[in-house]
């Protein structure tokens, strides 16, 4: 059996020292609690700006919302900066592996990521979302096919797919492939429709799913920090709505909605076996004489220098 435990807390946007040291703490929480799997909402670390235009309209931009998008480059981290080790010390001290949604920042792009941390091996893997939704593509760039990541951890492969990478079938579908058997969904969708998503996706792939949204509030963003589109719940940005889905599409733990919590949940290996008496997307279900898939997964530099 493996202990696993989804994590809605909220970031602590704009401010990656912070957020970095708030996350050591709940791993330390959760590994306290015998969890070997630790799952953490997108952009934990960084933030999600949600509501906020940084002053972009079509054909406009302003002054204040370049202010307000460099304060958000501030506080997000490269892959080689001082935040990642101190994630890898903590999994390591605490036995926990560990999936956490980053900004990332590499050059002068920023992308949404999910970092796969072992506590054995350090850094096992780095997703960059590959489609950034609606004007999250003002702020972020998009990931290609060298970053679908996944991690071996002694109890089953751990890959991750961020947000509405999930309505995107030839995604999962590359995923089920790689051989996931605990499919993390790191998101910041805290509707509940959301919750048909992720049943879905736990039989389509026979997976267990495991998604965490953060419960964040007006409250958490700076007080000088604009928001520019009322979200439906006034103060209550995010609702959380986290949860954990076994292969069957059984509900192991949650949703939960607006409060921090942290779900836990005991996942057997068995119940994925078992299911595979009928479906396997992948294998004896998939008819690869009719349908077929090719997943490019080289690396796609804007330049490329030769000799």
């Given amino acids: 059996m493996t202990k696993a435990a989804v ?18 703490r709940l791993i330390a929480e959760v590994g306290a609690a015998g969890a070997d799997l630790a799952v953490f909402p997108e952009a934990f670390i960084g933030g999600y700006p949600k509501g906020t235009a940084f ?13 307000e998008y460099a304060r958000y480059s501030a506080g997000t981290i490269a892959l080689d900066g001082p935040e990642v080790p101190r994630l890898e010390q903590a999994a390591a001290e605490h036995g926990v592996h560990v999936v956490i949604g980053v900004i ?8 949404c990521t999910a970092l796969m941390i072992s506590p054995e091996t350090g ?28 991690m071996d951890a002694p109890f089953g492969r751990v890959g991750s797919v961020i947000c509405w990478e999930n309505y995107m079938p030839l995604m999962r579908q590359a995923m089920y492939a790689k051989g996931v058997q605990f499919y993390c969904a790191p998101t910041a969708d805290d509707r509940p429709s959301w ?16 998604s965490a949204c953060q419960y ?3 409250a958490d963003l700076p007080a000088d920090h604009p928001i520019d589109v009322e979200a439906p ?7 959380g709505g986290s949860v954990i889905i076994d292969p069957a599409g059984t509900v192991l733990a949650g949703p939960v909605f607006d409060e921090e919590t942290i779900l836990y949940a005991e996942l057997d290996l068995s119940v994925k076996t078992r299911s595979h008496l ?11 004489d009719v349908f077929s898939l090719t997943v490019d997964t080289r690396p796609r530099q804007a330049v490329t220098f030769t000799e």
Avoid: C
């Fill in 7 to 24: 994590i809605q807390s909220a970031s602590i946007p704009f401010d990656a020292e912070a957020a970095t040291t708030k996350a050591e």
């Fill in 55 to 67: 002053g972009a309209a079509i054909g406009i931009r302003t002054e204040r919302g370049r202010e």
């Fill in 104 to 111: 990332e920042r590499l050059g002068n792009t920023l992308y």
């Fill in 123 to 150: 850094l096992a893997g780095a997703h960059r979302k590959l489609m950034p939704t609606g004007t999250e593509r003002l702020v972020w760039g998009f990931g290609d096919g060298s970053t679908l990541d996944t």
């Fill in 195 to 210: 919750q048909a998503t992720m049943t879905h996706v736990a039989i389509e792939g026979r997976v267990f799913v495991l």
């Fill in 216 to 218: 964040l509030t007006r």
């Fill in 233 to 239: 719940h006034g103060d209550v940005l995010m609702r």
């Fill in 278 to 288: 009928d479906f396997d997307p992948v294998g004896h279900y998939a008819r690869p």
